[in-house]
């Protein structure tokens, strides 16, 4: 159990570091621009950005436990951070320090009721890797147990002692967090951070369940069970508890380590393809998915060259690791289908409505700059394939994705957690894959798979995509009657144009003006008291204090009248 004094010290400074940096953003982002200081404000505003995610990068490394998953988890989150935060914690790794193996004895031997003699013949006290959450040990098994499983040879995965009680501590400090910045009209209408933290803290339970990894394990391993090209460490359930996972050793040659594939006659390229084959094969067959494929949670595994059964594969891809796992439910799955036909027929509004059924785009987002983005994307890049597409200067592929970037990035976006650990799987594997083998194409190896999905749906998509043609077809017919008509009301002078955003501008100009006059009293008032201090120190004092309630209302009447403009 770790000591409550800690613990209390630990969520007083994931406080302490919140306010900070919120204060600081907070002056800049919304005192500095009442003075008429937005250029200042914004000049190092990545800047700023970047230096508190170095500065979280150091308190995740010396807290560890959850402030390590939560910049690993964030790094990813591109739908809600800028790059510059991203970029400084995607190096974030499990930068912690070994649990001394005297406590590492003492957990395993409560959790398994007996002396560790007893659970294991051998155990290696030095770990093979350390993490936030536990740390992996080698082992042998007794011979009994040997016997019953069929091998010896094992890894076994130990829990950090009291993590469970650093985790709710953190979850605690960071939903404190989360509800400040919630208040915050900017951040709530384009994150949903306490639902964003909610799914955050699943996944993190469900990490610390070694019962739940050793059940995915097996089902990851049942997917497969009639390829002979994939597998899975079998569980030891006699040696494992919800804090001790017991595992076959499947160590092997790491999948990215080209020299030694090369030295035992296995060549990268195929690698690649069985990789790409067997992960898309769990996203569109299995619908359920190694979320984290890194070179390190896969093995290639060469067969033995004496084997009996010649017929067998010479090596296989052995994932390892199943803490982190997905599911592709059928809703998001018909969503994702939706959107790939909106994208299909080129059609801006339809792909964004796809998009916001998904709940990608939050409900309060003002879909039309998206829209036009989508409709330029398409009209410039739609029709070219992917060989066409390398012919393009790079400088218009930059300049048009900083341009649809700015738009995106103000845009209320928030990823389903589903869909991000796709997004996630299928990054990570198209890059493993890409160092193996140059020349990997991610589309090319995604192409066989739609065609099957295309084929299971019974001719569903092909429908949709003439519904899809027909609705444009129909549009495409009414369009002249539909002209006429606005001619019509034009000459008549019956047309109308709402334009909301104009009255909010208007309502802006005259706060910027009430609070113009404020700040000119308080200017007054404050220079007026300097001066007359010297000569008459009670008026000065008075003036000096009474200057103060303008000030109060160039700072904070922004921010009440803001939240009734948006």
Known sequence: MTDTRQLRARYRRILRFAARYMV???????????????????RRRLVRAARIARSFH???????????????FMSSRLDVLPSEITRELE??????????????????????????ERAYEYFDPTPVAAASFGQVHRARLIANDAVDVGFSAVVVKVQRPGIADIITVDLAALRRVASWLNRVRFISRRVDLPALLEEFAIISLREIDYLNEGSNAERFAENFVDDPRIDAPEVVWERSTRRILTLADATAIKINDHAKLVAAGIDPAEVA????????????MHRFFHADPHPGNIFVTPADPDRADQSTPEWTLTFI?????GDVPENLSRGLQRLIIAAAARDAPGLVASVRDMGILLRSAESAPLERALGELFDRFGGMGFSELQQVDPQEFRAFGNEFSEVVRTMPFQLPENFLLIIRAISVTSGVASDLNSSYNVWTAIEPFAARLARDEGGGTVKELAKQALSSAGLIL??????ESVATLMQRGQLAVETPGADKRLRMIELLVRRLISAVLFTALLIGGILVRDTDPTIGLVLIIGSALPLAHVLFAGVVNRNRLF
């Open 321 to 325: 690791d199943f803490g982190m796992m």
């Open 58 to 72: 150091g308190l995740a490394v010396d807290l560890g436990g959850l402030m390590i998953k939560v910049g690993q």
């Open 478 to 483: 009414r369009l002249p009657q539909q002209l």
């Open 91 to 116: 190096g974030l790794q499990d930068e912690v320090p070994a649990v001394d193996f005297t406590l590492i004895r003492e957990s395993v031997e409560r959790e398994l009721g007996m002396p560790l």
């Open 273 to 284: 393809d069985e990789l790409s084959r067997a992960m898309f094969e769990q996203l569109f």
């Open 24 to 42: 600081l953003e907070w002056w800049f982002e919304l005192v500095l621009p009442r003075f008429g200081l937005e250029r200042v404000a914004a």
